[in-house]
C-alpha cells in the first residue's frame, strides 16, 4: 500500500511540475523509503530536498524553467536601472555644476587627444622605420648583386671593396679597407652587429686554385695581433680538406665560392657563421667542380725537393 500511495503521490507532482514534498512536510513515508533503500545495501542517498525531476534523471520542469528565465529578467532589469541611474546622476551633476567643471572636462579632452595623436604617430614612425629598412636592405642586395663570374674579373682591391659592402649591408660597423703593404693579414676590419670585433682576409683567386694551410695559419696569426674575436677568410676558390678543418678548430669562418655566392645574393654574414665548414660537398661534389673549373695545378716544387703546399 505504501508503495502504490506513494506512486500516486509521484504521479500528482509530475503533472504540477512541481519539487517532491520535503522531509518536514511529509516526513514520515519519504524516511521509511529512504532507510529501506539504504537497508537494501544502495549508496545513493535522496535528500529530503530533492526535486522529483533530478530523482527521476529528467531535466528541469517547465515550472522550473520559468522561474530561472524570471531571475534572469529581474537582474538584468536590475542592472539597466544602476546603469541608467548613475547615466542621470552623472548628468545631473554636469548640468548643476557645468561652471566650475568645464575647465577641467575640456583638458581632459585636450590630454586625452593629445596621447592618442602621440600614440598614433609613434605606431606610424615605428612602421615607416621598418618598411624602409626592409626596402634599403633589398635595395643593397640589388646594387651589390654580382655574379660569380663577374666577381672573378676583379682586382684584388676590388674585390676587398665588395666585401666590405657586403659587410655594411649585414649591419656592420666601423667597417675599413686596410689591404695593401704593411696590412698584418687584414684586408678588412670592423665589427659585427652583436659588437664582436672582426678580421677578414680576402683572396681573389681563380676557381682552380685551393686555399692552402699556410694561409689560414697566416690568418690566424694575424687574428692574435689584432686582438680580434673572429677572424673571416673569404675566397673565390675552396679550401683544401686540411685547411678547412685548421679553420673549424681555430674558430676561423671559411668562406669558400659557394657561400660568396650564397652571401652576395643576399644570405646574412650571421647565417654563414652558423653553417662554417659545410657546403664543400663529397668527393662527387668535388669531381663535378673539377669538371667545371679544372683540376688544381700540381704544387711547385723548391729548391730542397720538397712541394710547395700552396696552389695556385
Known amino acids: 500500500m505504501l508503495f502504490s500511495d506513494l ?6 507532482y509530475v503533472a504540477v ?11 514520515a513515508p ?15 542517498v535522496y ?15 517547465e515550472g522550473e524553467a520559468v522561474v530561472k528565465k524570471r531571475g534572469r529578467r529581474s537582474a538584468a532589469r536590475k542592472r539597466w536601472s544602476v546603469f541608467l541611474g548613475g ?49 634599403r636592405r633589398q635595395d643593397a642586395i640589388q646594387a651589390g648583386h654580382r655574379r660569380l663570374a663577374e666577381v672573378d674579373q676583379m682586382s684584388g ?32 676590419t670592423g665589427r659585427l652587429p652583436d659588437g664582436r670585433t672582426m678580421i677578414i682576409q680576402c683572396k681573389r683567386y681563380t676557381p682552380r686554385s685551393t686555399i692552402a694551410p699556410r694561409e689560414v695559419r697566416d690568418l690566424l696569426g694575424s687574428k692574435t695581433h689584432f ?12 679550401f683544401s680538406r686540411q685547411s678547412e678543418d685548421l679553420c673549424v678548430h681555430n674558430d676561423i669562418l671559411a668562406i669558400h665560392r659557394d657561400h660568396l655566392g650564397l652571401w652576395n645574393n643576399g644570405a646574412s654574414l650571421a647565417s654563414l657563421i652558423a653553417v662554417n665548414g659545410a657546403g664543400q660537398g663529397d668527393q662527387r661534389h668535388r669531381a663535378q667542380w673539377n669538371k667545371t673549373y679544372g683540376k688544381s695545378p700540381q704544387p711547385r716544387r723548391r729548391r730542397g725537393g720538397t712541394r710547395d703546399e700552396e696552389g695556385r
Open 7 to 12: 506512486g500516486k503521490e509521484f504521479d500528482a
Open 17 to 27: 511540475g512541481l519539487a517532491v514534498p520535503t522531509a518536514e512536510t511529509r516526513p
Open 30 to 44: 519519504f524516511a521509511q523509503v529512504n532507510g529501506w533503500i539504504q537497508a537494501l545495501g544502495q549508496e545513493t
Open 47 to 61: 535528500p529530503a530536498a530533492t526535486s522529483l525531476s533530478t530523482l527521476l534523471g529528467r531535466g528541469p520542469t
Open 87 to 135: 547615466g542621470a546622476l552623472l548628468l545631473l551633476v554636469l548640468v548643476g555644476f557645468w561652471s566650475a567643471i568645464w575647465p577641467y572636462l575640456l583638458g581632459a579632452g585636450v590630454l586625452g587627444g593629445l596621447g592618442t595623436g602621440s600614440w598614433w604617430l609613434w605606431r606610424t614612425d615605428r612602421r615607416v622605420r621598418g618598411r624602409d629598412r626592409q626596402w
Open 157 to 188: 682591391t676590388e674585390f676587398e671593396e665588395l666585401v666590405a659592402a657586403l659587410c655594411r649591408r649585414d649591419g656592420c660597423t666601423d667597417i675599413q679597407r686596410a689591404g695593401g703593404a704593411g696590412d698584418n693579414g687584414a684586408d678588412v
Open 227 to 238: 686582438g680580434a674575436d673572429l677572424a673571416v677568410f673569404v675566397t673565390t676558390t675552396r
